[in-house]
C-alpha cells in the first residue's frame, strides 16, 4: 500500500491534469505493487525555495511496505527524477525524495 504526499511549487495550473494517475502508474511499475492499492495526494503552489531560490522544484514523501532499502532506492530515484522532469520542468538537483518504509501491520485498509 504505497502511500506518498507530493509537494510543489509549481502552480496547479502548470500541473499536467493527469500527473497523480502517471505518477500512481509508474509507481505501481517500478515498486511492483498493484495500482489500485497506491494513494497519491499532489500539494501544488507551495511557498517553497531550494538550494536559496524558488525556482522550481519539489520533494515526494513515499511510504511502503517492504520495498525500500539502501540497495533498490537509487533505481527508484533513476525512474522517477525524468518522470517529474518532463512533466513538470523541475531539473532533477531540485528534486527531493524520501522513502519510508513501514510494516504491514501500521496500514488500516480492507482486505
Known sequence: MPI?????NVPD???????????????????SKPLERILINVIPGQRMAYGGTSEPACWLNLW??????????PNYATKLYPFI?????IK?????????????YQKAMPS
Do not use: Q
Not at 506518498?4 to 510543489?8: E, K, L, P, S, W
Not at 493527469?18 to 505501481?28: C, D
Open 4 to 8: 506518498g504526499v507530493f509537494y510543489t
Open 13 to 31: 495550473k502548470d500541473v499536467p491534469e493527469n500527473f497523480e494517475v502517471n505518477l500512481s502508474k509508474i509507481l505501481a511499475e517500478i515498486l
Open 64 to 73: 511502503s511496505i517492504g520495498v525500500f532499502d539502501k540497495e533498490r532506492n
Open 85 to 89: 522532469t518532463e512533466s513538470l520542468g
Open 92 to 104: 532533477s538537483e531540485k528534486i527531493v525524495l524520501l522513502f519510508h518504509p513501514i510494516e504491514a
